[in-house]
């Protein structure tokens, strides 16, 4: 069997970085993701982006859903708000997320569905404390006031929450006192947190559940069932990023998403569902998701900003603002395969670093400045890529 085409080394200046073993030809097949492990499509989007594979067609909206069979006071069947490109998509999708997969996204359209209109009520919401002094310059929280959230959180309604549906699932919710029924009841009323955020915060619990819950004889490599892999060890090792959220109401709506789904969620997922895994799902994608946008095949404009998704194999790779690695989503994976190397030569040489490029369509024909600039704002990291320090050199060559 070949040896691999790269090997994964730490870089003194960018934590890992792939490297390639050998000299590889243009197009060498270098990596094929698994599907994504956390994702969430914009609002705007959700009936015309396939929830398994991400097809869009200009606008078009995908008519097949899921459809459970109604239950209690639900005379409706619930659709869960995805939509499918195709039955062979949504019957892989349902198979993928297991009956407790499907209780937690019923669970979240729920959620959304009594939210809608409801997004400006704060019903016993927890605020984050705000600590003026503390906000880093860009106006995002700060790591402290990010852990006093969740702390007050936690103080004020999660503890007793997990607390309460542990024995409402060993005793019976019949069991339960009047004001602890009301406290659950709090929690479910929290803030109303957005359907992306939903999106992202179940589709996260369920990896960190099946990372930890698949037994080995499930495991089929050939299918995308979710394996009993490392998953969540991926994703721990991935570059974490401290102050993730953009904004005060960005972390309030994870942690009102958190409170809402805490007081629902089938009692199984509870312990994968606590602000250590959230805060884990969101530091680990605000330096490694990808966007997800039309593919390139679809006709479709590709720079539309469908949603995110996060792909652990996919995130190994170091930005080159002159990227010798090429990539493609290719429905629900991506595809990465040698491009060309530093210098506009075809391959890449054995020992050099293989990075694709985090920038998007106009921006790769940015100054050095500006692209660097970017990167910064954007990723948080100053660039020390090969073009960079060449551009960084040529401008401080005196005329
Ligand atoms: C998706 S990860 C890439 C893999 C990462 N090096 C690791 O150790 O897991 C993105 C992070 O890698 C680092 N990185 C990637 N490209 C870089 C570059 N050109 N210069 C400096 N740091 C870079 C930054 O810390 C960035 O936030």
Redesign the pocket.
Known sequence: MASPPFVIL??P??????TATRDLPPGSPLLTTSPCSVYTIQPEFRREVCARCFAYDRGVEWKVRVELPPEGKLKQSPTLGLVFCSEVCRDGWVHRQGAIGLQAWKTAWEVGSRQKGKRSSSNGSVEPSVDGAETVPDGRPSFKQIDRAWTAAEDTLGKRVRELRMRESSEGAAQLAKSERKLLQRAKDSKAPSIETLWAVVSGILTHYWTHNTPVEVVDEKSDLPADNDEWTEIM???H?HTPFASHEELQDYISAYLCLLAQLPVALVPSLTPEVIQTLQNAAA??SFSIRPALNSGAYNAEYLGWGLWTMG???????APNIAKARVRDRWVFVVDRDANGKAGVRAGEEL?IS?LGGDEKELGVAERRKR?QDA???????DA?IRDMRGMSVPE
């Open positions: 730490p870089h200046l960018k934590g890992r970085a792939a090792r991935l570059k990023h330096h490694n995130s190994i790779w170091n930005h080159s603002c990075c985090y990167l990723w948080g990291f100053e660039c020390q890529c960079c």
